[in-house]
């Protein structure tokens, strides 16, 4: 009926360094959202504040989950490359809406979601490591924020919660491999336009 304590017998454990896990999803401090006001740094958003959504919208962020990271592996997006105004850092598990280009592989998709780890290997990119805070503003239903002025990036809901991958309702969501042949294809497809 009574359980024993075990701790009173319990070896002592030993101190160690806890390692967080790395953050998954998230901006950078520096990382441009847009807003009514303007163009604001992911570290300035706070709960309350309006952006302006895919949609054309304004919504409301309920919530900011912000994570401390420590030497994190990351990804920079050169200015250019996915419709950004400038470099943009982005832990490897953030995911960004790209066009499709009418890929054939995707003939039902306009749009696809792409981890940012993907877009390693591809011209301009490069891997960087992140010692920086990210920021993950929350909101109501899953949303996709402009940033760094053409960039889409997928934001969670408050019921989802930051730091995992996306399950989105409304958007294809692409694995690592089948993200790096989409992105490898859509490049030859844009140099083949210009």
């Known amino acids: 009926m009574f359980l024993k304590d075990f ?3 319990a070896a002592p454990a030993s101190i160690t360094t806890i390692i967080p896990a790395p953050a998954m999803t998230g901006l950078s401090s520096g990382c441009l959202v847009d807003t009514p006001k303007g163009w604001v740094a992911a570290a300035d958003l706070r709960i309350g504040m309006r952006v302006h959504s895919l949609d054309g919208g304004e919504v409301m962020i309920l919530g900011l989950d912000r994570t401390p990271v420590v030497r994190q592996p ?14 943009l850092l982005m832990p490897l598990g953030q995911h960004l809406l790209v066009d499709t280009l009418d890929d054939p592989n995707f003939p039902d998709a306009e749009v696809v979601l792409v981890p940012a780890e993907a877009w390693l290997g591809q011209p301009g990119t490069c891997e ?17 924020l402009w940033v760094n002025s053409g960039t889409l990036i997928h934001c969670p809901s408050v019921a989802f919660g930051a730091g995992l991958v996306p ?22 497809r844009l140099a083949a336009c210009a």
Do not use: K, Q, W, Y
Request: charged share 25%; aromatic share 8%.
């Open 167 to 188: 399950d989105s309702p409304f958007f294809d969501r692409l694995s690592l491999d089948a993200a790096r042949a989409f992105l490898t294809r859509r490049a030859a």
């Open 7 to 9: 701790t009173r017998t």
């Open 128 to 144: 960087m490591t992140m010692t920086d805070e990210l920021t993950t503003p929350l909101f109501a239903d899953e949303e996709i």
């Open 74 to 87: 990351a990804v920079v997006i050169g200015g250019g490359v996915a419709g950004n105004c400038a470099d």
